[in-house]
């Protein structure tokens, strides 16, 4: 099976920056595309970056010229970079997945893999 586990969360000041982590383990063949979505409390969970396998990437519009998104396919892991960071960023991010995996002698795909969340706070 496949794992996904965030890291980078924490406390930081409007203005400030942080950089989450996103690491994929398991039987891993390929990440096709990984995103990053958020959930702030009382509201959906909403996208905000995604990169796919070459290197195209898609951002939400309240975080473009601020967020940078980022893979490093040997190491199947992504990263947000988030700079001129506001309070309205403060949610849980999660990273998500969708992956070519072996199980078995067979190469199968999902793409429901979910982190745990990190949590990001940003202070006024």
């Known amino acids: 099976q496949v794992q996904l586990v965030e890291s980078g969360g924490g406390l930081v000041q409007a203005g400030g920056s942080l950089r989450l982590s996103c690491a994929a383990s398991?039987?891993?063949?390929?990440?096709?595309?990984t995103g990053w979505y958020r959930q702030a409390p009382g509201k959906q969970r909403e996208v905000v970056a995604t990169?796919?396998?070459?290197?195209?990437?898609n951002y939400a519009d309240s975080v473009k010229g601020r967020f940078t998104i980022s893979r490093d396919n040997s190491k199947n892991t992504a990263f947000l970079q988030m700079n001129s960071l506001k309070p309205e960023d403060t949610a849980v991010y999660y990273c998500?997945?969708?992956?070519?995996?072996?199980?078995?002698?067979?190469?199968?795909?999902?793409?429901?893999?979910w982190g745990q969340g990190t949590q990001v706070t940003v202070s006024s």
């Open positions: 398991g039987s891993i063949s390929s990440i096709r595309r």
């Open positions: 998500n997945a969708d992956v070519l995996y072996f199980r078995g002698a067979s190469l199968r795909r999902g793409d429901d893999y």
């Open positions: 990169i796919t396998s070459d290197g195209n990437t």
